[in-house]
């Protein structure tokens, strides 16, 4: 198919909501494992949108109408209304997801990381039962380092050049075997790295600016703003969500049951440049009122702030309507009939306190709260839990789910309503954050976010913006969800025990790092 050819029957694809793109079926069925029992091998989707925050989700309160689509497949699933992320970034969240373990144990705690060695057979595709047909794929260069971690364990991983309509990877293609030495060097190379040299990055650049001006004058009536990519740090590619859609369902469609397919697309994650038939439309003055400025401010102001917030719900309501569109293909096709189709995130995005994005140390809700909703085989009504869960508790769900048993390692717990097991309002919940941090050390550049019962305490330590002794913030968010007002010096019998059990647990996770 030509540029041209694809531009044009893209253009009428938005105007025909459920028209499918019918792109080659990459991961061909003949190489499945031979079909299993449905009834006791349900497939299974997990479709991550990245950057994805619940605190912009419609269904979960937020003020502008951002995911209609959404809303009304919710009510055959379940939604969970307070699930958190792993860590505040790509790496850290989404092994957290694969592996049912805490950044502070699978430690892809840095950008490009994967998990310690020792824990490389410990992810979703290793654990699941090995008539499962498992198939991934990514926009996001640093989820694909961990999915070519575990590679010997995934059936198909397609390389993210083959859903991308312009790409500056090659080391998933032609190096999958040395994957991530080689997208470090590709990095270097590219003028990515810190470490590049400047002319390399000035080559990087022009290269970037001359192709995304290229591909976006092609497609300027379907992405007047842009097409979604171009300059993302996670190495150059430009894409379309809507492809990706498609290509889902077509795998869904020829897959042999039982299949696992795992789908990680980079929308809504910045830069935020959504389809032309969402343009403007939340250009409607609105915009939540200013918090107080945090020690991690980078001084972005309230003007800024509400401005990428509405080019960023903006790019949710495409999203939105690609969940729809890709639900209605799989209705269509009858893949829902005996699938688990899990939505989510690996993080979410933050517009408060003078910080843009997740590229922040802190860990303020906005960028831990994420989506998680699960629509089962034959699932008609809606359910509604309001108990904390995590991203670890994904992965011990799916194998209970699949009659596995869930190793002893494992950190997270089986999800409610998934097991007969009563859910535990006090439990506790942790993510962290500590790219600064070697990944073979004990945690002392951190920020860790501990939730119990009502309470967040978050603490920070070894960050250049607090003191050497480390900083404190507790909040109530039960009664103060937007984190307005911080407990550490009034409610001291809290902050006390919760600090207690928290350098407790950080004493035992940091116990075998120590040297000596």
């Known amino acids: 198919m030509s540029d041209l050819t694809r531009r044009e029957f893209l253009m009428s694809m938005a105007t ?22 449905s009834a006791s091998q349900p497939n299974i989707i997990i479709l991550l949108y990245d950057t994805f925050s619940a605190h912009h989700i419609s269904l979960q309160g937020y003020e502008r109408e951002t995911t209609p689509n959404i809303a009304r497949l919710a009510e055959r699933a379940t939604v969970f209304h307070n699930h958190y992320a792993g860590g505040n970034f790509t ?34 595709f290793a654990l699941l039962p090995e008539s499962y047909h498992k198939v991934a794929y990514t926009h996001n260069g640093l ?12 059936t198909g991983l397609v390389p993210r050049r083959e859903l991308t309509l312009a790409d500056a990877l090659f080391s998933d293609t032609i190096f999958p075997n040395d994957y991530p030495v080689s997208i470090h060097t590709e990095r270097l190379f590219q003028g990515q790295s810190r470490s590049s040299p400047a002319f390399l990055a000035a080559i ?9 001006r290229q591909m976006n004058a092609e497609y300027a009536d379907l992405f007047p703003r842009g097409l979604p990519g171009g300059d993302i740090n996670s190495l150059y590619a430009i894409y379309i969500l809507d492809n990706v859609t498609d290509w889902t369902a077509e795998q869904a469609a020829g897959l042999n049951d039982p299949f696992a397919l795992y789908v990680h697309v980079l929308p809504p994650h910045g830069p935020y440049r959504t389809r032309h038939d969402f343009v403007d439309v939340f250009d409607d003055g609105w915009r939540p009122a200013d918090k107080p400025e945090s020690a991690f401010s980078t ?8 401005h990428q917030r509405r080019m960023y719900d903006e790019f949710v309501g495409y999203v939105d309507a690609e969940v729809g569109r890709l639900f209605a293909q799989l209705e269509a096709n009858g893949t829902l009939d005996n699938t688990i189709v899990i939505l989510t995130s690996d993080h979410g995005e933050l517009f408060e306190r ?34 904390r869960t995590s991203a670890v508790d994904v992965l011990p769900t799916l194998l209970h789910v699949t009659g596995q048993p869930i190793p002893e390692l494992v950190e997270g717990a089986i999800l409610p309503t998934f097991s007969d097991a009563a ?67 009034t409610d001291t019998a809290t902050a006390t025990a919760m600090i207690d059990q928290l350098e407790q647990k950080l004493d035992e996770v940091n116990g075998p790092f120590r040297r000596g």
């Open 354 to 387: 003078g910080i843009l994005g997740h590229g922040t140390f802190s860990l303020y809700d906005p960028v831990l709260h994420i989506p998680l909703m699960i629509w089962r085989p034959g699932q008609t009504e809606r359910v509604d839990v309001f108990e």
């Open 143 to 154: 989820a694909s380092t961990l999915l070519h971690q575990f590679r010997p364990d995934i």
């Open 204 to 212: 990087n650049k022009v290269y970037r600016n001359l192709r995304t």
């Open 16 to 37: 025909v909501p459920f028209l499918s793109l019918r792109l080659p079926q990459l991961v061909q069925a003949a190489t499945a494992p031979a079909a299993q029992d």
């Open 91 to 124: 790496s850290p969240g989404t092994a957290s997801l694969l592996t049912g373990l805490y950044p502070w144990t699978h430690r892809a705690i840095q950008n490009y990381s994967h998990t310690l060695e020792s824990l490389g057979s410990n992810n979703l």
């Open 299 to 306: 001084g972005v102001s309230p003007d800024v702030l509400a």
């Open 423 to 489: 859910a535990q309002s006090d439990r506790s919940i942790f993510a962290l954050e500590a790219k600064t941090n070697s990944k073979f050390t004990p945690l002392t550049k951190r920020s860790v976010a501990f939730y119990q019962g009502d309470y967040k305490l978050t603490s920070y330590l070894g960050h250049p913006q607090v003191p050497a002794e480390g900083l404190y913030e507790l909040y109530n968010l039960t009664n103060d969800p937007e984190e307005r007002e911080n407990l550490i010096a």
